[in-house]
């Protein structure tokens, strides 16, 4: 069974501009979380999708944004970048079943923004 | 809100040798899930072991086992018979009660010698 993926894997960005990153779950799950990984703030929660529907959303500003498709598949949308944006962001799916708690990530896509 | 903590920004361990990274944590909730995540230098998240708040019995996978002491609210990892292989960044993570955010650890980074 294919895992996470996430496209692309690297981008260049410019400040101002804006970003779509996207991932596809595992087959079968349904749910998707997507995090930003900086060396000064670590690991940090963004979002969740579940059934197309934000669920539960992270600390940043609304620069940030994401959705999800009806094939579970989920983007992620920033605006306006800013440098403090340059981060790997890492993607994560979940089956969302009575008793399945584990959520596996994809291999990131590394933003750089200059 | 929940928290973790990681004390150990580095450990070494020699090879075939065990180690135990530390972990401990933080939540008013009496339900939750305790998670050991390995991010190798590509990036990608690696999902090592869970705990729930409510197993009675430590979780093992493999080389893998995770001494849970939830009086002291301590999860720590404890790799049996290091290799080479396992030199990476070890993550504590926990979840809330719908499992669907992560909180992090600020993570270990482990290095195995020969």
């Known amino acids: 069974k294919a895992g996470v993926t996430q496209t692309p894997r690297y981008l260049i960005k410019t400040r101002g501009q804006q970003v779509t990153l996207s991932c596809s779950p595992i087959?079968?799950?349904?749910?998707v979380s997507w995090y930003q990984q900086t060396p000064g703030q670590g690991l940090q929660f963004l979002f969740e999708?579940?059934?197309?529907?934000?669920?539960n959303k992270g600390n940043f500003p609304g620069r940030f944004s994401g959705r999800q498709f009806s094939n579970s598949r989920s983007e992620m949308n920033v605006s306006t970048l800013e440098l403090g944006d340059s981060a790997l962001y890492l993607c994560?799916?979940?089956?969302?079943?009575?008793?399945?708690?584990?959520?596996?990530f994809g291999p990131g896509t590394r933003l750089t923004v200059t | 809100a929940q928290k973790i903590t990681q004390t150990q920004p580095g450990m070494f361990v020699q090879e075939k040798e065990a180690v135990t990274l530390d972990c401990t944590y933080d939540?008013?909730?009496?339900?939750?899930?305790l998670f050991w995540y390995k991010q190798p230098s590509s990036g990608e998240m690696i999902f090592l072991i869970y705990?729930?708040?409510?197993?009675?019995q430590n979780a093992t996978e493999g080389r893998y086992s995770l001494n849970f002491q939830k009086a002291r609210k301590s999860a720590n990892l404890v790799i049996s018979a290091s290799q080479l292989g396992d030199s990476a960044m070890y993550f504590c993570?926990?979840?809330?009660?719908?499992?669907?955010?992560?909180?992090f650890g600020t993570g270990t980074r482990l290095q195995v010698t020969l």
């Open positions: 939540t008013s909730d009496p339900s939750y899930g």
């Open positions: 705990q729930g708040s409510y197993d009675q």
């Open positions: 087959s079968g799950h349904r749910s």
């Open positions: 999708y579940f059934s197309e529907t934000q669920r």
């Open positions: 993570a926990m979840s809330n009660r719908t499992a669907s955010k992560l909180t």
């Open positions: 994560a799916s979940r089956l969302q079943a009575s008793g399945t708690y584990e959520q596996y």
